[in-house]
């Protein structure tokens, strides 16, 4: 699954509504020992109607050798008009156990080796299950093609991760990436690009918890893509 197209009210393409829950719907209610990949993906998608993000280029794949699934969505503040030049993009893995894990429990794994009925010597538990969520962020390529020196890049390197520093309340490290390709005989800088990662652990046992984390963090992502805008763009306000 995959596109750009309208967008409904909460700024989320309308054949993506049906992964969204609604407005008022209850997390608390959730029963299950695992969330399942669709509900990361939908509360996912609710958290940034809620933060006032537009999502855009959103991907949703799955590896037919391995079975493990990825999903990968960009976003703007829902008040920019395309073509959106500074941006955030989220990904993450999904591996296949997880699946097996949030349909049918911790006996997923134990009805690979015996039928329902037979008696079980796995000692119960709960698996240890975790995500990576990336986070990446695109600066405006007017703003990357001033940038002709090693000095320039590394002060806008400093002062992305000192902005960033200044927005946020936790110690994620934020990794800045320079990308350069050769024109000709010349070695043009191409791309700069922020990123760091999120952990998802406990909140794959507890729904609200995944939907109260998400909405934190898309909303320090708006907060960063319009302070980025203002920080990165060559002529003060076209990093949209």
């Known amino acids: 699954m995959s596109g750009k197209g309208r967008t409904n009210g909460n700024g989320v393409p309308e054949d993506h ?17 695992y969330v399942s990949y669709e509900q990361v993906v939908a509360t996912w998608m609710w958290a940034c109607s809620q933060s006032d993000l537009q999502l855009y280029a959103i991907s949703n794949t799955l590896d037919i050798n391995t079975l493990e699934r990825e999903f990968k969505a960009c976003c703007v503040p829902d008040d920019w008009d395309p073509p959106y030049h500074l941006r955030a993009e989220m990904s993450f893995y999904w591996p296949s156990e997880y699946t097996a894990l949030s349909m049918d429990g911790d006996d997923a794994f134990c009805s690979l080796y015996h039928d329902d009925d037979a008696e079980c010597d796995h000692e119960p538990g709960t698996a240890q299950v975790y995500t990576e969520l ?3 962020y695109y600066l405006p390529s007017d703003f990357v093609d001033q940038l002709d020196s090693d000095v320039g890049i590394e002060q806008v390197a400093r002062r992305i991760r000192q902005v960033y520093g200044d927005l946020v309340d936790h110690e994620n490290i934020l990794v800045v990436d320079a990308k350069a390709t050769f024109a000709g005989e010349t070695l043009a800088l191409s791309s700069i690009l922020a990123r760091h990662f999120w952990i998802l652990e406990q909140e794959l046992h507890d729904l ?15 907060s960063v893509l319009e302070r980025f805008a203002a920080e990165f763009s060559a002529a003060g306000d076209n990093a949209r």
């Open 208 to 222: 609200p918890r995944l939907a109260s984390a998400f909405l934190d963090l898309t909303g320090e992502i708006r």
């Open 17 to 33: 509504e049906d992964l969204i829950p609604d407005v008022d719907f209850d997390p608390s209610a959730f029963s299950n020992t």
């Open 134 to 136: 990336e986070i990446e």
